[in-house]
């Protein structure tokens, strides 16, 4: 199992589910020794659990995920910043998106009881054809919300002058 791959994506479920063992009990339904033996590579785990660990990512950022390993790969140097620059380009890519005018951005509340204190910035580039478009999603501090409506700060406005700063501080 490529180790930039687990750092990536146990970031991200750290992300969107606080712990690894609230996304283990929560959406696998798996030991967290089952897990960790999946981490080292000891086994794989059936499709269908697979598939949930890929629906952590829409489709656009499994494809990032994807770019960020070839990275890593023709450039051995670049594994220690993996997660980082994953991050970055997210970033940077949802305001590229939303600077040409062809992207819509949206603010919703997370679901999980777990991660109440978050919401979910969501970025998307509309094709107008069912399933095709690209989706970038950021889970940021709930009181973002508020500072947007708070100070009437237009979203597109705050993403172009804090996504990067605010998605990265951790």
Do not use: C
């Amino acid at each position: 199992m490529h180790d930039v791959y687990i750092e990536i994506l146990v970031h991200t479920i750290k992300e969107q589910y606080v712990t690894e063992k609230n996304f283990l009990e929560s959406v696998l339904n798996i030991s967290e020794d089952t897990w960790e033996n999946w981490k080292l590579g000891n086994f794989s785990l059936p499709g269908e659990q697979t598939q949930k660990i890929k629906n952590l990512f829409t489709d656009y950022e499994w494809m990032l995920v994807q770019k960020i390993l070839r990275q890593t790969i023709i450039f051995p140097e670049k594994r220690n910043s993996a997660v980082n620059d994953y991050r970055q380009m997210k970033t940077r890519i949802a305001q590229k998106w939303l600077n040409s005018d062809l992207a819509t951005v949206s603010v919703k509340q997370r679901e999980e009881t777990h991660n109440a204190q978050m919401i979910e910035l969501v970025v998307i580039m509309d094709y107008e054809m069912w399933g095709f478009d690209d989706i970038l999603t950021f889970t940021l501090p709930a009181r973002i919300q508020q500072q947007i409506e708070n100070e009437q700060v237009a979203l597109l406005d705050w993403v172009n002058e804090n996504l990067e700063e605010t998605y990265l501080e951790d």
